[in-house]
């Protein structure tokens, strides 16, 4: 990584991954110390593998836009099926919306950037206990 004090750059193919279902997690946000959002990076290795987890966002009532860096995914957003290749954002404001994607190409990459409106942002468990295994390491 490189930067100043107030910035960092690192190419995403340097953030360490962990293992995540289907599909291998980037912490982004860990890895650059950001504090005031969440965001991930994820990365199905095979086409058809589910990319983004099958979840909402009530409990934490996060607004989440996604944005495909590589390859090809398909979104079920509130069972509307969402087309969406490299280059694609997809903005999920409604937390209790269910959403999923699976990979249509081998080696999508889907960027997770989220947070609640008008609220501090707190990293969720799931998270944290994640993110532990970095420092860990």
Do not use: C, K
């Not at 950001?34 to 996060?62: L, P």
């Not at 398909?74 to 290749?85: H, N, R």
């Not at 942002?121 to 295994?133: H, K, S, T």
């Amino acid at each position: 990584m490189a930067g100043g004090s107030d910035y960092t750059r690192v190419a995403l193919a340097d953030v360490p991954t962990l293992p995540d279902g289907e599909a291998a997690w980037a912490p982004v946000r860990h890895a650059l110390d950001i504090e005031a959002f969440g965001v991930n990076a994820f990365t199905a290795a095979r086409s058809g593998s589910v990319v983004i987890e099958d979840h909402d966002e009530s409990e934490s009532q996060h607004e989440e836009l996604y944005v495909v860096l590589t390859g090809h995914a398909e979104f079920t957003i509130d069972g509307e099926q969402v087309d969406a290749p490299a280059g694609t954002l997809v903005a999920v404001r409604d937390p209790a919306l269910r959403r999923v994607a699976r990979a249509t190409q081998a080696q999508t990459t889907v960027l997770a950037v989220g947070a609640a409106v008008g609220a501090a942002f707190e990293p969720l468990e799931w998270e944290r206990r994640g993110a532990a295994a970095f420092d860990n390491a």
